[in-house]
Structure formats: C-alpha cells, structure tokens
C-alpha cells in the first residue's frame, strides 16, 4: 500500500496524464472521506449539507495539492485544516444566514427511517443549535475557530491543541473558554 504522500507525488506528477493521476487521487480521497465526512456532520448536523461540503473539501484538496507541504504537516492534519477552513466560510457565508432567517433545517427522508421512536423535533433543534454555535464561532479568527474545532470535533485535549498550533497551553484554554462564554450569552438552549 503506497503512503499518502507517495499517492500526492503520483497525483502532482500525472496531472497532465488523468488517467494515471486518478487512480492515485481515487486512492488518497478514499483513505480520507468517511472520516472528513463525519468531521464536517458533526458541525453541520445535515447529511445532505455535509455532503456537499465534503466534495468541495475534496476539490479544494486537489486543486491545492501542490501546495502541501510534507514537511510541515501530515496529510490528515492539512486536509483537516482546509476542512475546518471551508466549514468556517459556510458558516460565514451570506447562504448560510440566510438559510437560517428564512427556513427551518429539512428532516432528510432516510433519516426520518433511521431515527424511527426518535422525536424528530429533537433532532430539528440538535441541528439548529449546532448551526447557532458555529455561526457565533465563525465570528472569530481562524486560529481561535481551529482551536474550537478541534477540541470539540477532533476532541483533542489542550495540551494537543497547543502543541499542534505552536500555543502555549494557556493561550489554548483561555481562547476555547471566551468563546464558551459568548455562546452561552449569543445561544438559546432549553435543553
């Protein structure tokens, strides 16, 4: 089985040859999809939006395949970045708020039948508040999105988040906590 960064140095090579460099990159989105996709689920609570998020992740990953840098980050770490960037965007994007003022988030059909004896109204308010939640955190700066993202959706500890982000520990806690804070005054939970 060939590394993630001998598939990129295939993909890079093959660019103008498509079909050599699609199997390569068939290979390096089928290592990374279901994992990102659940990533992306997480902060969006809809299938169908983490859906299409997920596939333009995986574009934006190919387009800027050559500027990956193996010596700076691992594939995974970097995908995830670019993951947690796009999410970020959606949630500051005019589609989005406008999404929110003008209509609720859909119950999906297929998960009307996986959540049979589940109040589906529940899982209307789970998404909504999610949506709340990371609408009051992409009001932030990335790096204090990415720490929010990861110790909630990767569910490092702050020690990781540091280190991985070249913080210090305190920088970590103290970012993490001030946005708890505002969403606990910006978010409506009756819970």
């Not at 991985?164 to 819970?191: A, C, P, W």
Request: aromatic share 10%; with cysteine.
């Amino acid at each position: 089985m060939q590394s993630d960064n001998q598939l990129i140095r295939k993909i890079l090579r093959h660019r103008l040859r498509k079909n050599q460099g699609r199997e390569a990159a068939d290979e390096l989105t089928r290592r990374y999809y279901k994992e990102l996709y659940a990533y992306v689920f997480r902060q969006t609570g809809s299938r169908e939006l983490a859906m299409d998020l997920t596939q333009e992740i995986f574009i934006q990953i190919l387009q800027k395949l050559d500027a990956y840098n193996e010596k700076k980050a691992g594939f995974r770490t970097w995908a995830y970045r670019i993951a947690s960037n796009r999410i970020t965007d959606y949630y500051r994007s005019l589609t989005h708020r406008m999404a929110m003022l003008v209509e609720p988030l859909p119950v999906e059909d297929d998960e009307v039948i996986s959540y049979e004896g589940v109040d589906i109204e529940k899982i209307i308010i789970q998404r909504e508040l999610i949506c709340q939640v990371m609408s009051v955190v992409a009001q932030y700066p990335s790096q204090w999105v990415q720490i929010f993202q990861k110790k909630c959706f990767e569910e490092m500890t702050f020690a990781q988040i540091a280190e991985s982000m070249e913080l210090s520990v305190n920088t970590v806690k103290t970012r993490f906590y001030h946005m708890v804070k505002k969403i606990r005054q910006e978010v409506e939970y009756d819970g």
